[in-house]
């Protein structure tokens, strides 16, 4: 078993190849293995030496702050944003990415660490060959062959994935 920590291993494509060369039984990158991790890490163990607990679930990276519907009402009211409410957000959402739109997808807390893992993400229909490119030039003004990751249900990875590792940061691709 093997803890990897520090910027080098947010390079999905590298924690992929030491998962693979099988060299370890267990591997385990934390959700910020950079320095942005370090002041969590050093509050985790400050309160580790006062309440000692095991933890038998992953730490949430759902950590940051979360804001209520009225609040975001009013900033999208102050900026003159035009907006509508829906009954249902995740039908509306999924129609839209099906028509080749993107989606920028807020709720609840704020993830801690570089990855959006469902909270503060942006969405878009993986079949369209465009998606990649008009994300990262136009919307995140990045490199082009900055990777995505897709979200897959633990269920459903046997049919996608060949060396099945649960990610539960988006840590391997």
Do not use: C
């Not at 190849?17 to 370090?38: Q, R």
């Not at 992953?58 to 409410?85: A, C, D, H």
């Amino acid at each position: 078993n093997i803890v990897f920590s520090g910027g080098l291993f947010q390079n999905v494509t590298l924690n992929n190849k030491i998962l693979e060369s099988g060299l370890f039984k267990n591997i385990f990158i934390p959700m910020a293995p950079s320095d942005s991790g370090l002041s969590l890490g050093a509050a985790l163990y400050v309160e580790n030496q006062f309440r000692k607990r095991s933890r038998t679930q992953p730490f949430s990276p759902f950590i940051g702050p979360s804001f209520e519907k009225e609040e975001v009402r009013e900033l999208l009211n102050q900026f003159q944003l035009n907006y509508t409410e829906e009954k249902d957000i995740a039908q509306k959402s999924a129609h839209l990415i099906t028509e080749g739109k993107v989606v920028g997808w807020f709720q609840g807390k704020g993830e801690h660490g570089p990855r959006s893992l469902g909270n503060r993400s942006i969405l878009a229909d993986p079949r369209n060959p465009n998606a990649k490119k008009r994300i990262n030039q136009l919307l995140k003004k990045r490199e082009w062959f900055m990777p995505y990751a897709p979200s897959i249900q633990e269920e459903y990875l046997h049919e996608w994935v060949n060396h099945v590792h649960v990610s539960h940061y988006m840590q391997v691709a």
